[in-house]
């Protein structure tokens, strides 16, 4: 079982930075590859970033690329996804969550654990 518990969401304004964290339990953190998703109001949860076990692979949604950095730090059992030159179309939940294997996945049909999500809101 891995718990999942997200935190760093808020209230910008566009072009501002934040970081999202994502603290899981368990002591084989290291094993599973991670992924953050989000969903907006009226919208379908979509694929934001991913990243292996290890942390030696990522992998990003097209609309995101160079500004969203997915990391994670074992040691500490956390997941970050920074978000840079936020914009207002990144207004959304945000969730983290696991899988088994090894696979990098970008469907949220292939995640087992989920978190409760944080909201990022970008005003104009």
């Known amino acids: 079982q891995v718990q999942l518990v997200e935190s760093g969401g808020g209230l910008v304004q566009a072009g501002d930075s934040l970081r999202l964290s994502c603290a899981a339990s368990?002591?084989?953190?290291?094993?599973?590859?991670m992924g953050w998703f989000r969903q907006a109001p009226g919208k379908e949860r979509e694929f934001v970033a991913a990243?292996?076990?290890?942390?030696?692979?990522?992998n990003y949604a097209d609309s995101v690329k160079g500004r969203f950095t997915i990391s994670r730090d074992n040691a500490k059992n956390t997941v970050y996804l920074q978000i840079d030159s936020l914009k207002p179309e990144d207004t959304a939940v945000y969730y983290c969550?696991?899988?088994?294997?090894?696979?990098?996945?970008?469907?949220?049909?292939?995640?087992?654990?989920w978190g409760q999500g944080t909201q990022v809101t970008v005003s104009s």
């Open positions: 368990g002591r084989t953190f290291n094993n599973y590859p």
């Open positions: 969550a696991a899988k088994y294997g090894t696979l990098v996945t970008l469907t949220p049909e292939t995640y087992a654990y």
């Open positions: 990243i292996s076990g290890p942390g030696g692979r990522t």
